[in-house]
């Protein structure tokens, strides 16, 4: 089942925008337009980190919000420059936009607020002992792994780049992590092997134990409920793909079960 949540029409960027998680899709579908991007990414450094703390008042609006901002922030500089991709090091670890005042990269945003202070190395079972204040404020009440397959970070094995909105963030990330495991996951019974996106062994503490991301597949129909095959992963290309968007289509109306 193929489905890919949809991009809204833009706001004037002279429109004032209170929501913090509206003001965060205009930026992406500025970035994906071409359109210029200096007042929106201006206005998310002018907030109050306490305010924005108390405008994203639930984990969906975290979400929503800061996938958009990682997206935006990434598509943005490799449209820009696209041989700072060239030092993956660098390009994730250096300050590409300032929230609330903060400057931050794509590995502040993906593993420090995201990810909940883990750390890219270290399987994502060590949390990061040194984490800052404003990484605790806006951070999600839980990791979710989810945000493995709506995050773009310029690799051609990254999934496509949507907009998510605080009322349907649950439903978008379900279909989005669908549609990707669809097209990434390969099922052997013969073997009793099952190929899985690399991000599941990088990260693996998101999604837990083996038996976890057995049940993980199972919930996203890639594996029968009585089988228990052994994992293997599937390598990454780390070949530079920006401006993978997906398809502007409207979501189903009700969420999985």
């Known amino acids: 089942m193929k489905w890919t949540p949809q991009l809204r029409s833009p706001v004037s960027a002279s429109v004032s925008v209170p929501d913090p998680v509206n003001l965060s899709e205009e930026f992406l579908l500025a970035v994906r337009n071409g359109d210029t991007t200096g007042e929106f990414e201006r206005r998310l450094a002018d907030f109050d980190s306490r305010t924005l703390a108390a405008r994203l008042d639930t984990d969906d609006a ?5 996938v958009n901002v ?8 490799l449209v820009e420059d696209p041989e700072q991709y060239d030092d993956r090091r660098t390009f994730f670890s250096s300050p590409v936009v300032t929230v609330a005042g903060e400057r931050l990269s794509l590995d502040d945003i993906e593993h420090g607020i995201l990810r909940r202070s883990y750390p890219k190395f270290g399987l994502g079972y060590v949390p990061n002992p040194l984490c800052r204040g404003f990484e605790k404020r806006h951070a999600p009440g839980e990791r979710d792994p989810r945000i493995h397959f ?5 690799a051609e094995s990254c999934p496509p ?7 349907r963030v649950d439903d978008q990330l379900d279909w989005a992590t669908e549609s990707y495991l669809e097209q990434t996951v390969e099922y052997d019974p013969d073997a009793n092997r099952v190929r899985v996106p690399r991000v599941m062994l990088w990260f693996r503490g998101d999604f837990g134990r083996k038996w976890d991301i057995l049940a993980f597949l199972r919930r996203y129909d890639q594996l029968p409920g009585d089988a228990s095959p052994r994992l293997s992963y599937r390598e990454w290309s780390w070949s530079l793909a920006p401006e993978q968007y997906a398809e502007e289509e409207q979501a189903p109306a009700g969420g999985r079960e």
Request: net charge positive; glycine share 8%; proline share 0%.
């Open 62 to 66: 975290r979400l929503a919000f800061w």
């Open 70 to 77: 990682y997206n935006a922030a990434t598509q943005g500089a």
């Open 150 to 154: 709506a995050l773009n970070c310029g």
């Open 161 to 167: 780049i949507a907009a998510y909105t605080r009322q």
